[in-house]
């Protein structure tokens, strides 16, 4: 499975609100400049994650964005699913009654065990694993 630019900047983007969680409402102008992203693409970004109640924007001279709940409860799964809709490698391995040959198909179990294995790592690693990991490998942060 190849991630889409939507899931791999919305991620960056929400471990940088998650690095923040404590500070001001951050403004998505100097999230674009720090991550060197797109404004117009993160505005598109986190319209869908405060639509999915993950973010809350606040408006104002102070305003910007920040989490919507702790870092420790919000999942790379949530995340990667409200901005990417489809997890799995094949549109068989998420839904039933797809395909004519579904039920004798050998292939289906592969693409559903890899779906499954995806669906389960990303559903166990939350943002504030994301910043565990980072803070005891020394890898440069971002903003």
């Known amino acids: 499975m190849r991630l889409s630019t939507r899931g791999r900047y ?14 001001k409402p951050i403004p998505l102008s100097l999230i674009s400049k720090e991550l060197d992203l797109p ?5 598109q970004l986190i319209r869908k994650l405060r639509d999915s109640n993950l973010v809350k924007s606040y408006r104002g001279a102070f305003g910007g964005y920040k989490l919507s709940k702790n870092p420790d409860e919000i999942s790379v799964g949530e ?20 395909c004519y040959i579904e039920q004798t198909c050998a292939a289906r ?13 990303v559903d166990n690693y939350t943002l504030q694993d994301m910043i565990d990991e980072t803070n005891q490998s020394n890898i440069k942060e971002e903003v």
Request: glycine share 4%; charged share 25%; net charge negative.
């Open 10 to 23: 919305g991620l960056r983007l929400m471990y940088c609100l998650a690095r923040h969680m404590n500070d």
């Open 79 to 98: 995340i990667l699913r409200v901005l990417e809709n489809h997890m799995a490698p094949t549109e068989c391995a998420e839904s039933e009654n797809v």
């Open 109 to 121: 179990v592969v693409w559903k065990r890899i779906s499954d294995g995806i669906n389960q790592a």
């Open 39 to 43: 404004l117009n693409y993160l505005e």
